[in-house]
């Protein structure tokens, strides 16, 4: 497996392969399917300081060929992060990324401060990016001075390497990029969800209880793609791809776009075995073009 072994911001994965937040839980459940041992990273579902009850339902829809979700961030908060679903992980060797969201930039702080002392937390991935809740989340990953705002100061936080993750609801992806870049992100991870919405058209009414959502799953794949290949035209740092990811096809797709690793989401909910299946759909293809190491893929596509 040395041919798909890699580091990111530091972090060392046997391959690039991850699962992206809030598709995957804490790792628990889907341990009784898969091991957890071969995967790139866990990323954990978005944590905040206090537990947050999420949003009303109806919070998911499917739609063609992806689905919306308004979960609004449910979780039971760091403090029962810590004491309930950390140690559960530490049976493994995977690198536990914690993905974090605040309300404020000093939420954010506290929150790193407090995973600082979790040697089991390897990074830390920063949700500006949520299209779910009212305040915070997006409203940092939109616009460039708030998104640099919170990257620095989490930064001077915290020595564990930082992963900014950005919205796609946004104009020009590359001013926010470079915007991170500069405030000393390690990595960039994108693209989050899609804002969208679906109507009930006997109802009159949205399908979601929050009016509208995140788009996620296949149909997204070109659009994050494309946003992928931008980035990587834009920044030096490291660039994690999201969105749409269901094969090692896809994967590959990102890496010559720009990408030095991935993110399986949606594909969690229709196939326990996703994330597995593409680390050897990657290796497959590989094999079939003669390829020794998949980091040699990286940004072919200029
Ligand atoms: C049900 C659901 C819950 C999600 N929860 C989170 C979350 O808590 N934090 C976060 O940063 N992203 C969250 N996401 C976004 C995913 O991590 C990912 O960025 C997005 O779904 C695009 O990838 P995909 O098309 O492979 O699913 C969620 C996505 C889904 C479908």
Same mark, same amino acid.
């Given at each position: 497996?040395? #041919? ?8 060392? %994965?046997?391959?690039?392969? %991850? ?5 995957? +839980?804490? +790792?628990?459940? *889907?341990? !009784? ?18 537990? #947050? ?10 739609? =063609?060929? +992806? ?9 039971? /908060?760091v403090k029962?992060?810590i004491?309930?679903?950390l ?11 914690a ?11 506290e929150l790193v401060k407090i995973l600082n002392k979790e040697p089991l937390v ?10 779910? &809740?009212?305040?915070? /989340?997006?409203?940092?990953? @939109?616009?460039?001075?708030? =998104?640099?705002? &919170? ?6 936080a915290t020595s564990l ?5 950005? $919205? ?10 470079? =915007?991170?870049?500069? *405030?000393?992100?390690?990595?960039? $991870? ?34 994050? @793609?494309?946003?992928?290949?931008? &980035?990587?035209? *834009? ?7 999201? /969105? ?6 896809? *994967? ?5 776009? /720009?990408? $030095? ?25 590989? !094999? #079939? ?14």
């Amino acid at each position: 497996m040395e #041919r798909l072994a890699t580091e990111i911001a530091g972090i060392k %994965m046997i391959n690039p392969v %991850m699962v992206a937040s809030g598709t995957f +839980g804490y +790792g628990e459940e *889907a341990a !009784n399917f898969i091991d957890l041992d071969k995967l790139g990273a866990i990323i954990t579902k978005t944590i905040t300081l206090k537990p #947050r009850e999420g949003n009303p339902p109806p919070r998911i829809v499917e739609t =063609a060929a +992806g689905m919306l979700n308004s979960i609004g961030l449910q979780n039971k /908060g760091v403090k029962d992060f810590i004491e309930n679903r950390l140690p559960f992980l530490s049976r493994f060797k995977t690198p536990v990324i914690a993905n974090i969201a605040g309300e404020t930039t000093d939420e954010y702080i506290e929150l790193v401060k407090i995973l600082n002392k979790e040697p089991l937390v390897k990074g830390i991935e920063l949700n500006i990016s949520c299209p779910n &809740v009212k305040k915070g /989340g997006m409203q940092f990953g @939109v616009d460039k001075d708030c =998104a640099a705002e &919170v990257v620095k100061a989490v930064k001077q936080a915290t020595s564990l390497p930082v992963i900014a993750k950005l $919205s796609p609801n946004v104009t020009d992806i590359m001013i926010i990029a470079k =915007a991170v870049e500069s *405030a000393g992100a390690d990595a960039i $991870s994108l693209i989050n969800t899609l804002l969208g919405m679906s109507i009930d058209i006997e109802k009159y009414q949205s399908r979601l209880g929050t009016m509208t959502g995140g788009l996620s799953g296949p149909a997204i794949k070109p659009i994050a @793609v494309r946003m992928v290949w931008q &980035v990587a035209q *834009a920044v030096k740092i490291p660039i994690i791809g999201i /969105g749409g990811i269901m094969s090692g096809e896809d *994967a590959i797709e990102f890496f010559l776009a /720009g990408a $030095s690793a991935i993110q399986v989401g949606t594909a969690n909910f229709i196939d326990t075995q996703a994330p597995l299946r593409v680390v050897e759909e990657i290796l497959d293809y590989m !094999n #079939r073009n003669q390829i020794d190491h998949y980091k040699k893929l990286i940004g072919i596509v200029k």
